[in-house]
């Protein structure tokens, strides 16, 4: 990892579907080293896949999302990682963080509605015997996803010249 | 019948050179603009946030003539952090309306009917008008285009005589995006030792500066204590609006601007003292995103301007390209003109800049990469048109 790449991560990290030409001359790079680091960095599992940002409140369809916090009892040898990696299998779990503090696990849980996520909470998360509590907070609107804020703004105004 | 009451120091300045095209651009709706000299990013929230919380905490008087001590020691620490050089917050610093201001009271400070005050050209608008207005006399040392735009000793030594007393230079540089390694201040500093000048360095873009080291001219040995540093918000944490910069200098210095500031501008706005404080606190990140995004941009329109024919070195620093248009057989003012009329895109003339900057356009990329790309589209018709 050198300059250039921490700049093609950034330039592909805002909008992985522009142009290889455009990538290549934001980078000030050829087409050809563009292919070449970016594979690489696939090849290492720096960049783990490509995705859209969506607004899904705004596509209609029923959404529903909420961080339920997780108290963990680790296990012996393998601490947190045997249970998060039975967790993360779950397709509703979007997200799943070790965190500090009160508790262990952070996870973000998305469904169709309330009722959705909270029967998976229960049915599904609450059960497992090494989850000692689950917190879980609805989410109600969302202003900010992705770094992408998902309201209008206005933006300020230039003069048209100035020196 | 009144008589004229212009004076006429004020009646030497000339018009500003752009005022035309303003009139014009005013009249189009689908105007691409590459004629702005400032960022099109918004001032960074932890700056406004503190600018609002010291409003909301009544902090709406005047602060002492120096500035809020806050960021004169703020200030100090960041100059020492980026480039390693120590002013004292007490004595050595001064936080000024913008840099303008700072220019304004420097040239003031030092300038004395009659004496000659070299300046880098092309150059930012206000330096020969500041100068004039001291009944001092500009005289513009050129900067090449095969220079890479820098200011050379050999330039500099051409236009030196006995009356001869500063030199104003501002790298990296508006207009040109021309940048001075420390190698190159070491050579400039030899010549102003040697004819033991004054330096005003406008160093208000050295924040934005892409691909080596940030400089400042101060680093150079001797420079230092001959030389009236001037810096500011604006560019590097997009607050133009917030007018607030500041200016360095050894204390004797310090105290001559001191001296004009406190009667002409009492202190610099308060509330834009304090969202100083935040950027230089707490917005470094900010900063850095915003100068990669202007990296990138840069990259993409520079080659897009070669790619059609315009010939453009690659500036390492500010927020402008200064491609030439001298194989088109028009004037820069020509191409310019008319490149608004028939396509749309606003740049501003070389030549306004002074006559080293005749036969090239300056163009400021702190534009969308959309339009950057839409410009050169432009920018292409009308080439092929001609
Ligand atoms: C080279 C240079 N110096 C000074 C200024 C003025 O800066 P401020 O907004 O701090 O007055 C500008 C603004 O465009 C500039 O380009």
């Known amino acids: ?163 | 019948m009144m008589r004229d009451f212009i004076s006429a120091r004020t009646r030497t300045i000339p018009p500003s050179g752009i005022r035309r095209f303003f009139d014009i651009v005013q009249e189009m709706d689908d105007v691409i603009s590459l004629g702005v000299g400032e960022p099109d990013y918004a001032t960074p929230w932890v700056a406004c946030e503190a600018g609002i919380a010291s409003v909301e905490q009544g902090q709406t008087s005047y602060t002492s003539n120096r500035g809020l001590p806050e960021l004169r020691t703020e200030t100090s620490r960041y100059l020492a952090k980026r480039f390693g050089v120590h002013y004292h917050p007490e004595d050595e610093m001064l936080i000024t309306t913008g840099a303008s201001e700072a220019l304004d009271i420097a040239i003031r400070a030092v300038t004395d009917p009659g004496d000659e005050i070299l300046i880098a050209d092309p150059s930012y608008v206000s330096y020969s008008p500041g100068v004039m207005l001291s009944d001092g006399v500009p005289v513009r040392v050129p900067c090449l285009m095969e220079d890479e735009f820098r200011l050379t000793p050999d330039a500099l030594m051409e236009k030196i005589t006995p009356k001869s007393k500063a030199v104003i230079c501002n790298f990296p540089n508006n207009p040109t995006g021309g940048v001075m390694s420390r190698e190159d201040y070491r050579g400039i500093a030899e010549v102003i030792c040697d004819h033991d000048l004054l330096l005003i360095s406008d160093e208000i873009y050295t924040e934005m500066t892409y691909d080596g080291e940030m400089t400042s001219a101060v680093q150079a040995d001797g420079l230092q204590e001959r030389t009236i540093l001037i810096n500011g918000f604006s560019k590097a944490y997009a607050m133009t609006g917030w007018r607030v910069a500041y200016l360095c200098a050894p204390k004797e210095l310090c105290d001559a601007a001191l001296k004009i500031h406190q009667y002409v501008m009492l202190s610099a706005p308060t509330m834009s003292q304090y969202a100083a404080v935040g950027a230089l606190k707490n917005a470094d990140l900010d900063r850095e995103e915003m100068v990669t995004e202007y990296q990138m941009r840069r990259n993409l329109f520079v080659r897009g301007l070669n790619r059609i024919g315009l010939t453009c070195h690659l500036p390492r620093g500010a927020f402008y390209a200064f491609p030439s248009v001298k194989e088109f057989g028009i004037s820069d003012v020509e191409f310019a003109e008319r490149l608004l009329m028939e396509q749309h895109v606003a740049v501003v003339p070389g030549s306004v800049f002074g006559p080293s900057g005749a036969g090239h356009l300056r163009c400021a990329y702190a534009v969308s990469r959309e339009d950057l790309r839409e410009a050169i589209r432009r920018i292409e018709a009308f080439t092929t048109s001609l």
């Open chain 1, 1 to 163: 990892m050198d300059a250039k790449d921490w700049l093609l991560l950034r330039i592909l990290e805002e909008d992985s579907t522009q142009e290889l030409s455009e990538v290549a001359d934001l980078a000030d790079l050829t087409e050809a080293e563009v292919k070449d680091r970016v594979s690489a960095m696939e090849d290492d599992k720096i960049i783990r896949g490509y995705c859209a940002s969506i607004d899904w409140e705004k596509a209609g369809e029923g959404v529903a999302a909420a961080t339920v916090n997780l108290k963990v009892s680790p296990e012996r040898d393998v601490g947190y990682d045997r249970i998060a990696e039975r967790i993360a299998r779950f397709p509703q779990v979007c997200s799943l963080r070790l965190i500090s503090g009160e508790y262990d696990f952070e996870i973000r849980v998305t469904g169709r509605n309330i009722q959705d996520i909270t029967r998976f909470v229960s049915e599904q998360i609450a059960p497992m015997e090494q989850i000692r509590e689950t917190g879980t907070i609805l989410v109600m609107k969302s202003y900010k996803e992705n770094g992408r804020i998902l309201y209008d703004r206005k933006e300020g105004e230039r003069l048209l010249f100035s020196f």
